[in-house]
């Protein structure tokens, strides 16, 4: 198991940007596939954007693709999601997610994650 902790939420206003960070803790942090998902107010959770064990597959969702990138930095047990152009359709609690047994793949289905964090709020005004 391993927890995660996610940070850098905030109110940004339209075309502005944010990074959001995952900080994991517990086993080794490159045995995981690494996954960003958002649940917005009255809808459900959707995939945003995942990442491999060694940074060398991605997958977005493609409301973010070519605004958001996902990278990771295994040195430092973190994943990071850098969120520019945002738009108020953005606004949501953002969730990483760690896969344990998908490290070579970047899955988009929330259900190959098996630990997830507390989540960071994004709000986007417009």
């Known amino acids: 198991q391993v927890q995660l902790v996610e940070s850098g939420g905030g109110l940004v206003q339209a075309g502005g940007s944010l990074r959001l960070s995952c900080a994991a803790s517990?086993?080794?942090?490159?045995?995981?596939?690494m996954g960003w998902f958002r649940q917005a107010p009255g809808k459900e959770r959707e995939f945003v954007a995942s990442?491999?064990?060694?940074?060398?597959?991605?997958s977005y969702s493609d409301s973010v693709r070519g605004r958001f990138t996902i990278s990771r930095d295994n040195a430092k047990n973190t994943v990071y999601l850098r969120m520019n152009s945002v738009k108020p359709e953005d606004t949501a609690v953002y969730h990483c997610?760690?896969?344990?047994?998908?490290?070579?793949?970047?899955?988009?289905?929330?259900?190959?994650?098996?630990?997830w964090g507390q989540g960071t709020q994004v709000t986007v005004s417009s």
């Open positions: 997610a760690a896969a344990a047994s998908r490290r070579g793949l970047a899955p988009r289905t929330s259900g190959s994650y098996d630990d």
């Open positions: 517990g086993r080794t942090f490159s045995s995981y596939a």
């Open positions: 990442i491999s064990w060694n940074g060398g597959t991605t």
